[in-house]
């Protein structure tokens, strides 16, 4: 029995006996059934917003929890080739020579032959030519 339950036995009984509600003890009697009746609404509210809240807490909690999962990208442990978890994507790194600071390249980045550093602002260029002499891959203009 909770205590919205127990005010409304106790408030039944009260009426059941047929007090006197003239005399002063009825009087407190009757006062303070209805200050119990009050607080205990109150009560009431107060369990049923925090109910409300908890929910609210619980969806932001797992919706921040997808975007921590989103933003870091959090590596599976899986080392499964079929995963569709994993990320077959490959990124190079490179290093600016002005701020030495370290960069992460993907396939497309690369393609454009040449980045600013994030870091610094300084031209990145790359170029893929072939140095080998023999390379059948080559074209004339590469040699």
Wanted: aromatic share 4%; charged share 45%; net charge negative.
């Amino acid at each position: 029995m909770d205590i919205c339950e127990k005010i409304a036995y106790i408030d039944g009984l009260t009426e059941g006996l047929d007090l006197d509600k003239t005399t002063k003890e009825g009087k407190i009697l009757v006062a303070v059934i209805d200050l119990l009746k009050d607080i205990t609404e109150e009560i009431c509210d107060i369990e049923d917003a925090c109910d409300d809240m908890s929910e609210q807490i619980d969806a932001v909690d797992e919706d921040l929890a997808n975007l921590e999962d989103f933003v870091f990208e959090e590596d599976c442990d899986c080392c499964d080739d079929d995963c569709d978890c994993c990320d077959d994507e490959d990124l190079y790194e490179v290093e600016c020579p002005n701020c030495h600071d370290t960069i992460y390249l993907d396939e497309d980045m690369l393609e454009d032959e040449g980045i600013d550093c994030p870091n610094c602002g300084t031209p990145l260029e790359f170029d893929f030519g072939c140095d080998c002499e023999d390379c059948a891959d080559c074209d004339e203009e590469d040699k």
